[in-house]
């Protein structure tokens, strides 16, 4: 009989997997823990059993389970599709209501379980995709280009900073106000107040009136 790849027959009508495919089949398993018991409920024995391996085979892959549950809540985030509104305001709204809609969600209170079981450990910081600076400002720096190509920004906007301020102070909100959403007022104030006049402020634009106008 023809076998699959990363499969070996132990004994008759049993298969072991090996390699890729029994991380796979781990990261499926944490995957489903955290979807269904947040990561305080994932546990190693839990995801062994569910994925059909011991856990050594855990351990073997991720030395404990904050780095497990990291892998895994990589693999459930989706990337939303960048807005595109025609307008640089328009699409700085819409990133900060994903970003409220996603802090809010099933799945961002397992980031937020992460994010306080990681504490200062920057190796897992960098490792959740929102927290990711280069992830977090990506986005941020599509609207942006796109503003520069339309007229309505200097290319000098284009700066990692910039980008990120806007959904640096929406998290900043998190944290003050200790809910996991932010009042849409808050997200107009946040673009209107903030984001839009510092982005005005990198360089000339084409001319006054038509970067205001653009803008708004």
């Known amino acids: 009989m023809v076998r699959e790849a990363g499969e070996r027959r132990t004994e008759p009508g049993r298969t072991r997997r090996r390699g890729a495919a029994l991380e796979d089949a781990i990261l499926d398993a944490a995957a489903s823990e955290l979807a269904e018991s947040g990561f305080a409920g994932m546990t190693m024995d839990k995801v062994a059993a569910r994925a059909g391996t011991n856990k050594n085979a855990l351990y073997r892959r991720w030395p404990h389970r ?20 025609g307008g640089l305001r328009g699409d700085a709204l819409e990133l900060l209501r994903q970003a409220n809609r996603h802090w809010s969600s099933p799945l961002g209170a397992v980031l937020r379980e992460l994010l306080a079981a990681a504490g200062g450990a920057a190796e897992f910081l960098a490792g959740l995709q929102d927290q990711s600076g280069e992830a977090a400002a990506a986005p941020w720096l599509t609207v ?25 102070l929406l998290r900043n ?8 959403s932010a009042p849409d007022d808050v997200l107009v104030e946040i673009v209107d107040e903030v984001f839009l006049p510092l982005v005005r402020s990198r360089g000339a634009g084409p ?10």
């Open 144 to 168: 942006l280009g796109r503003a520069v190509a339309r007229g309505e920004a200097a290319p000098e906007a284009l700066h990692p900073r910039v980008a990120t301020v806007a959904v640096v």
């Open 207 to 216: 001319s006054a009136a038509g970067t205001s106008a653009g803008l708004r």
């Open 66 to 85: 904050l780095a497990l549950g990291t892998a895994a809540y990589k693999r459930l985030a989706t990337t939303a599709p960048v807005p595109d509104t």
């Open 173 to 180: 909100e998190f944290v003050v106000r200790g809910v996991p």
